[in-house]
């Protein structure tokens, strides 16, 4: 998405951006999709800052933070069936954080 952003901001091409579809001519391009992120604890964690700046967010409370990608299961409604397929020969589809990143996290 900051790529995308930064492409708009600049006012240069932004068709061959990974992961990003776009329809050009009345035809989808859709291009290259990239890696997975293998190592989850060198994402950020969410900020929950985002909870108190919005009242809809204040009414709901907190919400539980979720550790991991992907999903083992293949359940014919879920779009996690369709995500292993594009994803395919990009990495492992179920990844974790590890216990020591966790625990970083909520020593903070």
Not at 64 to 70: A, E, I
Not at 74 to 91: I, M
Request: glycine share 6%; proline share 5%.
């Amino acid at each position: 998405m900051v790529e995308l952003a930064d492409a708009v901001d600049r006012k240069v091409d932004f068709s061959r951006i990974p992961n990003l579809w776009l329809k050009r001519d009345g035809s989808i391009l859709a291009n290259e999709m990239r890696d997975l992120v293998a190592d989850l604890d060198s994402l950020p964690f969410p900020d929950r800052k985002l909870y108190t700046t919005y009242a809809f967010f204040k009414r709901q409370g907190n919400r539980p933070l979720h550790f991991s990608r992907g999903c083992p299961y293949e359940c014919s409604y879920c779009h996690n069936t369709r995500k292993k397929v594009l994803f395919s020969g990009k990495g492992k589809h179920v990844r974790w954080r590890s216990m020591e990143g966790f625990s970083q996290r909520s020593t903070r």
